[in-house]
Nanobody
Framework: QVQLLESGEGLVQPGGSLTLSCEAS????????MGWFRQAPGKEREFVAA????????YYSDSVKGRFSISKDDFKNAIYLHANSPNPEDTAVYSC????????????????WGQGTQVTVSS
């Protein structure tokens, strides 16, 4: 049974920084792509970023490109989302996902999901 466990900051000030972690565990974990999605109150879930384990490809939504970065640890089966100068519009529940999506921003194509972690950007 594959499980994704997220961790990271709950409250961060605008202009600060935050790092979210997602570690996969379970026998037989072979998902080549891991990514982050987020959902703000009253809004639909949106793609944030993804990394492809098969190489060094990374993908970002336009809303975070240049501000967020994603990195991975092959040994730990983990990915990390780093955010520089987040703003209140980045407040959302962030969820980690893993799978073999045809398109990395298609949430319904991922096989595994974490339970989500709340990130609030506020002074």
């Amino acid at each position: 049974q594959v499980q994704l466990l997220e961790s990271g900051e709950g409250l961060v000030q605008p202009g600060g920084s935050l790092t979210l972690s997602c570690e996969a565990s379970g026998r037989g974990f072979r998902s080549p792509i891991m990514g982050w999605f987020r959902q703000a109150p009253g809004k639909e879930r949106e793609f944030v970023a993804a990394a492809d384990w098969r190489g060094s490809s990374t993908y970002y939504s336009d809303s975070v490109k240049g501000r967020f970065s994603i990195s991975k640890d092959d040994f730990k089966n983990a990915i990390y989302l780093h955010a520089n100068s987040p703003n209140p519009e980045d407040t959302a529940v962030y969820s980690c996902a893993a799978g073999r999506p045809r398109y990395e921003d298609h949430a319904h194509e991922y096989d595994y999901w974490g339970q989500g972690t709340q990130v609030t950007v506020s002074s």
